[in-house]
């Protein structure tokens, strides 16, 4: 796998896709920015790489995806509108694109993954793009990283039927905010917002994501 070999496309299929994520509402320069520089052909098997820049989810096995270019970029803009953005912790690394997205934006990024053979190979993805400002565990997602809290935001890239109160734990309390898509047959990202002990929710709108499952897969 490299940056330079299979996969790799033009300036024009990537300004393509920026067009479209701008004529769907994405605005934040960082974010457009971000997505012209990742390259998200690394992220999908050499099969579906014709796939990588279009505006469509990904399987990347396992039963699960690479969320389509906007619901990505549109998550990544409710980070950057958070009070504090410096240090994320990411639930469900997957093939690892919004990790990268979110490393090249932020200081520090936690992500947390419970399917080994999906850690591995974004480890290597990630690695070969030189991105140090990463750590990555093998984890059950629903306990979050309590020894490296607390989080200015958590991001989730699966869906719980509700927001996990270890995550809501680990938020720093002066306006830390956990982005999640939340139910089962009809889920919505949702952005709950820490004051002290107070917790307050917003819906942002109709997704659909892979449900939020416990337990480590570790082969």
Known sequence: MNLTGIGMTSQRTRQRLIERLFAKGIRDPRVLDCFMKVPRHIFVDEALGHKAYEDTSVPIGYGQTLSQPYIVARMTE???????????????????????????????????????????????????????????????????????????????????????????DQLVPDGGQLILPIGTDQQYLTVVERQGSDFSSRQIEAVRFVPMLAGVQSA
Do not use: M
């Open 78 to 168: 409710l980070v950057l509108a958070a009070p504090h953005c410096e240090r994320i912790l990411e639930i469900g690394t997957g093939s690892g694109f919004q990790t990268s997205v979110l490393a090249h934006l932020v200081d520090e990024v936690y992500s947390v993954e419970r399917i080994k053979p999906l850690q591995l190979k974004a480890r290597e993805r990630l690695k070969i793009q030189n991105l140090y400002n990463i750590r990555l565990k093998l984890d059950d997602g629903f306990l979050g990283w309590p020894s490296a809290g607390p989080f200015d935001v958590i991001i989730g890239t699966a869906a719980p039927d509700e927001a996990p109160l270890a995550l809501l």
